[in-house]
């Protein structure tokens, strides 16, 4: 990270926050500094008016952590003669900006898919060829140093010695050699980085999910996924390379087939990807929601709580008017968005029906679902997303709020005053079966 110039705190805050605490420390400790031999004077962690004063700063609050700030306190204090609140704030900014290029991580995160049930020579790797998403680099497995170390070259990364390859590939049950691995330029705090980076993972793996559900299905076959429960970072100062445990698993129920992988590399699919995790519009907040039910559902092992999952994850995209019937509202947006003249009245129907099961759960007490209503809610669910998507990408030019645009354009639709926004993709969309078998 170069842009250092931006790397500011709120002096005055800072001072007037720790002036109090800081006399209270030196008097205790005297003019020698601390020795280490009594408990370090103070209750540093509770000092609630610093901890406010020192994160009004949008580069501490972005990537720093309280613990770590209290080391750069420490650090601060311990390295100086007595301060004054001024010159602690001086010096604290001055040791912000000085330690940056320590924060600088390269995170690797490998992300698990089926393998087929082959014969190991006759298995061909999805995956061949290193390519960028966005921010992102997919990189195929590093089955030794000198493979990973040829990915964290291009990143302009110091190389991972054998002895660290060989302890990280045999604590995580070989992932790296094993899985496909996604690498990303990251800045902060360690601790910091544990979760940012799994959250800007999850919105990757949530699109993915998607994805697959639409154009190549994610029915149960034969094979083995293994479960992938820790990323990695390798600092760019120290070459220190660390492996970190993650809250969920980082693997798929299915296979990464090469069509799959070809709809995961395009356009829309980054353009997805930038706005779920960047954009500050209202209409992306819909959407990040209906996006976290689609996961919840799809990874749910209760088929009740699956199915409701996916109408609640339509619901987060098209309900907005309170006054309005939901029903009549999911049925009508859905359908008319997101299938071809053909098939929307019996996408109208099946909506209906989908939403008429969900009140019956919800208010009636029905307590069981098929199979056939799980994967017709996932399959609905799916195209009302990626539909939902591609028209705020064709909306999003322009002044006005894009939640207001997105609503006016499907009433106006539905009015038959404006043209449709139809994504070339739908043609190669699953078909929905929702007979009985």
């Known amino acids: 990270m170069d842009d250092r110039d931006k790397i500011t705190i709120d002096k005055k805050a800072v001072a007037r926050a720790i002036r109090k605490p800081l006399d209270a420390y030196y008097k205790v400790i005297g003019n020698d500094g601390y020795d280490w031999s009594i408990e370090r004077p103070g209750n540093w962690e509770e000092e609630e008016e610093l901890f406010k004063a020192i994160f009004k700063s949008s580069y501490v609050s972005r990537h720093l952590d309280w613990l770590y700030v209290l080391e750069i306190i420490y650090a601060v204090i311990d390295h100086h003669p007595p301060l004054s609140a001024e010159q602690f704030a001086h010096n604290f900014e001055e040791a912000i900006i000085e330690t940056t290029g320590q924060r600088d991580y390269l995170a690797i995160i490998p992300l698990g898919f089926r393998k087929p049930f082959l014969f190991p020579h006759l298995i061909k790797p999805s995956l061949l060829r290193q390519f960028k998403l966005g921010e992102f680099t997919f990189s195929p497995p590093a089955t030794s140093a000198e493979l990973l170390n040829k990915i964290t070259a291009k990143h302009n990364f110091p190389p991972v010695s054998v002895t660290d390859f060989m302890h990280a590939a045999r ?203 799980v994967e017709v809610a996932r399959s609905l669910a799916a195209r009302a997303l990626y539909c939902s998507m591609f ?47």
Not at 420 to 428: D, G, K, L, S, Y
């Open 171 to 373: 604590t995580s049950h070989e992932a790296l050699a094993r899985e496909i691995l996604i690498t990303v330029d990251v800045h902060g705090a360690e601790d910091h980085l544990r979760f940012s980076v799994e959250s800007k993972f999850r919105t990757l793996s949530r699109l993915i999910e998607v994805f697959a559900n639409l154009f190549t299905g994610t029915d149960a076959g034969f094979g083995d996924t293994y479960a992938v429960n820790h990323f990695f970072l390798l600092n760019k100062t120290t070459g220190e390379f660390r492996r970190i445990p993650t809250t969920k698993s980082q693997s798929f129920n299915f296979e990464l087939s090469q069509e799959l992988l070809k709809f995961i590399r395009s356009r829309n699919f980054v353009f997805f990807f930038e706005r779920l995790n960047y954009s500050k519009e209202s209409m992306y907040a819909r959407m990040r929601n209906s996006f976290k039910f689609f996961s919840m559902a799809f990874n749910s092992d209760d088929k009740v709580a699956s199915f409701l999952f996916y109408v609640i994850s339509i619901e987060s995209i098209f309900s907005r008017d309170k006054s309005s019937p939901i029903k009549a509202t999911l049925a009508d947006f859905s359908s008319l968005l997101c299938f071809p003249a053909e098939h929307r009245l019996n996408a109208h129907r099946m909506l209906r029906e989908a939403y008429d099961l969900r009140s019956s759960i919800v208010h009636s007490g029905v307590s069981f679902v098929t199979s056939k209503h």
């Open 391 to 437: 028209l705020c990408e064709n909306l999003n030019d322009g002044p006005g709020k894009l939640e207001d645009k997105f609503f006016d354009h499907l009433r106006d639709r539905k009015l038959g005053v404006t043209k449709a926004i139809v994504p070339r993709e739908m043609r190669f969309f699953l078909e929905i079966d929702d007979h009985d078998e």
